[in-house]
């Protein structure tokens, strides 16, 4: 008992320790989603912080090339000069949007970018005033705009900006970067730390493996041997058993025999007997019409009356006793018969059976419903006809006169088993007495229908045989439903049970 609970305890613990090893690594797992997902975040901000910069840088670029050009334009008056002027007064507008999506929508940053795209509208409101004036001849005017201070104080503002935010951009760079930097060193972290994890795991588990594989062995080595023992005796027992029941099938045939010829003996002698007494009763009218005075009236009613009385209670108990003889023989006769399985459509069985029961069927007005989807079997014929036989005549004997009777059969596949039923709506049967129809010489309800109690005995005989099962449920006054259960597929018998 201590080594068991030993064992229960180590199991406990390795179990425990299982768990928390793959709680841990759960653990990792989720760290390392997180921190891949911060990653991307850092990622994507310093993105955001590159482009931003570009844009800050390429904003005074353009506003560069585009001054150079004017310039240009200015002191020489050729055209090729106001190129880069155009490009950057076509390109300014988008880059000063889009360096608007980038900035943060408060903070410095955000002050920084309103004052400079105020600066650049300023600037390029300047150029763009100077080439107008240039372009239409009035060329003094415009080299006057640009000897003034306004171009240039708007071009220093544009530049001291630029230079403040690239340097607030190139400092939140360096603390992303820092950030990236950090977090990556946390996942490489948490990923060693994982694989270490697993790496115990794996040791843990091998170990436990190869112990319970060893466990395992052992008690399958255990087990096999149990298992010799149990097959020796099961086999021994079973050779018991056919031995047993091929000895009281035996028996019950030797019985019944013997008790056949004292049974014709008896019904020989009473015959003897009833013509004896026919012999007395013409000598007793003989007498008296001779003398009728010597004729008492006891001797008279002794033979007319009591000996014929006592004729046919010998004659009605010798009847009862043949059928029982015969039913005897005939469950011993069905015990050693080998049973063939085949194919039967029990649709076809149950309809021919209501077929030759449609007289009594039609006599009491009742009628018999067969579920035509009812699926086959492969079993004996023989038996699964008396079964179905035997069950559907008990269901019409036992219909109730009191409204029209219906017995309905039908059936269902359950996996590798087959499910009937015959349902009535007749007298039905006490729940005291579900158990007891099934034995020998056993009834129930009133005995006012002919019978031995032989008929429910041998159907659960049969079912038996075949592998199957039979029960009933039932209500007195209500009607009955017997179940029955067959395997789909009879396997066919041994040479010793057939021999049994």
């Known amino acids: 008992m201590t080594g068991m609970l030993a064992k229960s305890s180590a199991v406990r613990n390795e179990i425990l ?14 760290a390392s989603v997180w921190l891949v997902s911060k990653s991307d975040d850092f990622n994507r901000q310093v993105a955001v912080t590159l482009e931003t910069k570009n844009e800050i840088v390429r904003t005074l670029s353009l506003t560069q090339d585009a001054e150079t050009g004017q310039r240009g334009y200015l002191l020489t008056n050729e055209d090729r000069y106001l190129r880069p002027y155009r490009r950057a007064m076509e390109q300014i507008a988008d880059h000063i949007r889009r360096l608007g999506e980038l900035v943060a929508p408060e903070g410095p940053q955000r002050a920084d970018f309103e004052a400079l795209r105020a600066a650049v509208k300023v600037k390029f409101d300047e150029l763009s005033e100077t080439v107008g004036l240039s372009t239409s001849g009035k060329r003094d005017e415009a080299l006057a705009i640009v000897m003034s201070d306004r171009g240039r104080e708007a071009m220093q503002q544009v530049r001291q900006l630029v230079a403040q935010m690239t340097v607030r951009e190139d400092r939140t760079l360096a603390e992303r970067t820092d950030d990236a930097a950090r977090l990556s060193n946390g996942l490489l972290a948490v990923v060693v730390l994982g694989l270490l994890i697993a790496g115990a795991l794996a040791f843990v588990a091998q170990m436990l493996v190869r112990r319970q594989t060893r466990v395992l062995a052992a008690a399958q080595e255990e087990l096999a041997q ?3 023992g149990l097959e020796a005796a099961v086999t021994e027992r079973t050779s018991e058993l056919l031995a047993a029941n091929a000895e009281i099938q035996r028996f019950a045939y030797i019985v019944s025999h013997d008790l ?4 014709v003996n008896v019904m020989g002698f009473t015959s003897e007997l009833d013509a004896a007494r026919a012999v007395l009763k013409e000598q007793l009218d003989e007498l008296t019409e001779s003398v009728p005075d010597k004729i008492k009236p006891e001797t008279r009613e002794a033979v007319e009356v009591d ?7 010998i004659r009605t108990s010798t009847s009862k006793m043949d059928r029982l003889i015969n039913a005897i023989l005939r469950l011993s006769r069905e015990g050693r018969r080998v049973v063939t399985p085949e194919s039967v459509s029990v649709s076809e069985m ?3 059976i209501a077929a030759t029961l449609h007289q009594q069927t039609t006599a009491v007005g009742a009628e018999i419903v067969v579920d035509p989807a009812m699926p086959a079997l492969v079993t004996d014929r023989l038996s699964i006809e008396q079964i179905f036989q035997n069950l559907i005549e008990n269901a019409v004997k036992y219909l109730d006169p009191a409204r029209p009777g219906r017995i ?3 059936g269902r596949r359950i996996g590798p088993q087959v499910e009937y039923t015959i349902e009535d709506n007749g ?14 010489f056993r009834r129930a309800g009133a005995q006012d229908k002919p019978g031995e109690g032989l008929g429910l005995a041998f159907v659960r005989a049969s079912v038996r045989r075949l592998g199957g ?3 009933l449920t039932s209500e007195a006054g209500k009607g009955s439903s017997f179940h029955l259960t067959f395997p789909a597929v009879l396997r066919p018998q041994t040479e010793t049970q057939a021999a049994a």
């Not at 007298?427 to 020998?440: K, Q, S, Y």
């Open 17 to 30: 320790m299982l768990i928390l090893g793959f709680a841990a690594l759960v653990g990792v797992a989720g």
């Open 226 to 228: 149990a298992n010799q």
């Open 260 to 263: 056949r010829a004292p049974l």
């Open 307 to 313: 000996l014929p009385e006592a004729i046919g209670f």
């Open 350 to 352: 149950a309809n021919g």
């Open 408 to 410: 309905e059969i039908r």
């Open 427 to 440: 007298r039905g049967i006490d729940a005291r007495d579900h158990e007891r129809v099934f034995e020998l």
């Open 469 to 471: 099962t039979i029960s």
